[in-house]
């Protein structure tokens, strides 16, 4: 049996509407929004961050990196002026490294006569930092093929 016709008009399928859809869900996801703004905004000011804890320095070693005329690059000890090594052929990420942190100095107005920093923290981090300009490049995060490069220089005998 047929509902008549007066009582399908008299009760519209119900549709969304603009006043249908809850308010409370818009409410709920703008405050979700906003702490997390809040919060990695927080974090990032106070320096209070997973990756900014400071942890124990087991070598420290400060570095002088100068281009020789053969193409080379001369990584010489900061304090005593002694050389390192010498790097011949690409590195790649080595020189793109140094290519980053001098460009901020160069954009700086800074020279290449400071040295810079090179740590291993006892986490298993190690971190080129650029004193002039406060740069700092955590090379774990590039691979760990990629931070022994960089780690070779702390060893008083490098190849």
Do not use: C
């Amino acid at each position: 049996m047929s509902a008549p016709a007066g009582d399908m008009a008299s009760h519209p399928p119900k549709q969304w509407g603009p006043d249908s859809f809850p308010t409370w869900v818009l409410y709920a996801a703008a405050a979700m929004i906003a702490f997390s703004l809040i919060s990695v905004g927080l974090v990032r000011i106070t320096g209070n961050g997973p990756d900014q804890r400071a942890a124990a320095t087991v070598a420290e070693r400060t570095l002088r990196f100068e281009d020789r005329p053969d193409g080379g690059v001369a990584v010489m000890d900061g304090k005593s002026g002694e050389l390192v090594t010498v790097l011949h052929g690409e590195q790649g990420f080595v020189r793109g490294t140094l290519r980053a942190l001098t460009r901020e100095r160069h954009s700086r107005g800074i020279g290449n006569g400071p040295s810079f920093t090179l740590t291993a923290y006892i986490d298993n981090r190690l971190a080129l930092h650029d004193p002039a300009t406060g740069a700092r490049i955590d090379l774990e995060s590039f691979g760990p093929g990629n931070a022994a490069e960089f780690a070779r220089f702390l060893s008083p005998q490098s190849p």
